[in-house]
């Protein structure tokens, strides 16, 4: 029986070596990440996290591939105990064509009924979009589930 995994395919009107240095810039992912970052050294068994301190949260793993501008892969472990310590994968494929680049990113290794796989299904294609549009434009998507937050924190 296989695992359940999330694929999304976008194209982006930009350079394989543009989108991947998006990818793993910590200033640039802070951007489309909507205040969370990466920050690695990108080398293969080195740590990954993605930082997220508007939630005081973090996401850690393990730096698994690391081939610019082609492949992108880490170990992605959510600090809210949502996946019972069990780290899932993420891995981001990069293709050129023409002037564009096809991008496609897996999230998998998830256990059965994974809370983390309804969370991530939710926020990667917003995530993806942003950069998207981050790297077409210069402007980022906005989170609705922030917007949300920040309608109650002004009830308060």
């Known amino acids: 029986m296989s695992k359940p995994e999330f694929v999304y395919t976008i194209y982006i009107a930009s350079t394989p070596e543009k989108v991947f240095a998006a990818l793993t810039d910590a200033k640039m992912s802070e951007q489309y990440w909507h205040g969370n970052f990466v920050e690695s050294d990108w080398k293969v068994g080195s740590s990954f996290v993605l930082r997220m301190p508007r939630h005081d ?9 690391y081939d610019p501008p082609r492949r992108l892969a880490y170990s992605f472990l ?6 019972n310590g069990k780290a899932s994968r993420v891995t981001f494929q990069l293709e050129r064509q023409r002037d564009q680049v096809r991008l496609t990113m897996i999230h998998d290794r998830f256990e059965p009924g994974s809370p983390v796989l309804e969370k991530i ?36």
């Not at 949260?57 to 591939?65: A, H, R, T, W």
């Open 57 to 65: 949260k973090e996401v850690s793993g393990e730096v698994l591939e």
């Open 121 to 156: 299904s939710l926020g990667w294609p917003l995530i993806l979009s942003s950069l998207k549009s981050y790297l077409e434009c210069g402007k980022v998507l906005y989170a609705p589930w922030y917007e949300d937050e920040t309608a109650t924190e002004q009830v308060r």
């Open 78 to 83: 959510a600090h809210d105990g949502s996946d």
